[in-house]
């Protein structure tokens, strides 16, 4: 019997010069794909610099097996052109895709895009979003679908989606609408990693970065020269909180501590606006033993924040192998 398997997809640590955004995501593209994640988490929203979908086909051009992992958002477009790009990518490079569904994005730029639906509906739309595009990519026949924010009328997509290339479907929202939505639609449920790292697990999906080490201590003191705490990277935090209505980040930040935790779990990269999930610090052995424990709880799938150094990433996978279910 095959041992089980996390399905690892790495996405940058933030990054704000746009000079560099390209160069650093197929850097950690063209690592990913020669040492066995799954594919690369690609980010949607009005600051993001270039396009997911255009990134995606960016690099499967230049890999051999990466199936990225794309965020969708329906304020952006209609699920059919969705499925479309999804088949478009599945003709070119005959490889799957995966779909992190979000309805998030800062309150302004939905402002800005006319966009005043409330969250509780957002998830109402990213539940219809999720059917039409499924029944568009699977059906033989042409397509009737009436729901509160979309309709179609014999729409079919040609040719139709080979099912062995048929995306997964990711939700990351932390509501009680996203987790309602996540069971309905039988999207693959993710969660930040929980300050107690021997509770809280109550989803397939995980969130959150990796920084490892040899040693326990060296990982520790490492970590605290990498990510440094100052009060001007915390105000940016504080300002986006003020343009958020994401459930999951008003959570981390409650926390409020940049302490690194007994346990290695440390929130300090994301209350300076570092990453976008808590950190995991500690030693190969000690990291990889916690995602065994993870995986035997129903752990699958890993979104990973990494950062865009090949030194680093290659203690990650140390890490990684270190659990034996990578």
Request: hydrophobic share 40%; with cysteine.
């Amino acid at each position: 019997m095959t041992p089980p398997r996390l399905r690892v997809f790495p996405a940058i640590s933030r990054n704000r010069d746009p000079q560099k955004y390209v160069g650093e995501l197929m850097r950690v593209a063209e690592f990913a794909d020669r040492n066995g994640f799954e594919g690369i988490l690609l980010f949607e929203g009005n600051d993001v610099f270039v396009e997911p979908w255009a990134m995606a086909q960016h690099i499967m051009g230049a890999t051999a097996q990466s199936s990225p992992l794309i965020a969708v958002n329906p304020v952006y477009m209609h699920p059919f052109t969705a499925a479309k790009f999804v088949s478009s990518l599945a003709q070119l490079h005959g490889r799957k895709i995966y779909l992190n569904m979000i309805t998030g994005t800062a309150v302004s730029d939905l402002q800005g895009l006319g966009d005043d639906q409330s969250h509780a509906d957002r998830y109402i739309r990213l539940g219809e979003f999720v059917g039409l595009m499924r029944q568009l990519l699977s059906s033989p026949r042409p397509v009737n679908f009436e729901g509160r924010f979309y309709r179609a009328h014999h729409l079919q997509l040609r040719p139709r989606l080979p099912a062995e290339l048929m995306p997964e479907f990711l939700i990351a929202g932390q509501s009680e609408a996203a987790q309602r939505v996540a069971k309905e639609t039988g999207c693959i449920k993710m969660q930040m990693l929980p300050p107690d790292l021997d509770r809280g697990l109550n989803a397939p999906g995980m969130n959150f970065g990796i920084f490892a080490r040899e040693g326990r201590d060296e990982a520790r003191q490492a970590a605290k020269l990498r990510f440094r705490d100052n009060p001007e990277d915390r105000e940016l935090l504080v300002l986006t909180m003020e343009n958020t209505d994401s459930v999951w980040k008003r959570h981390l930040y409650a926390g409020q501590s940049g302490e690194l935790g007994d346990n290695g779990y440390w929130l300090l990269p994301f209350l300076t606006f570092q990453a976008d999930c808590p950190y995991l610090v500690g030693s190969y052995q000690e990291i990889g033993a916690k995602l065994k424990d993870f995986a035997a709880k129903g752990l699958t799938t890993v979104m990973l924040d990494m950062v865009a150094d090949e030194t680093e990433m290659q203690h990650v996978c140390k890490a990684l192998a270190a659990s034996g279910m990578f």
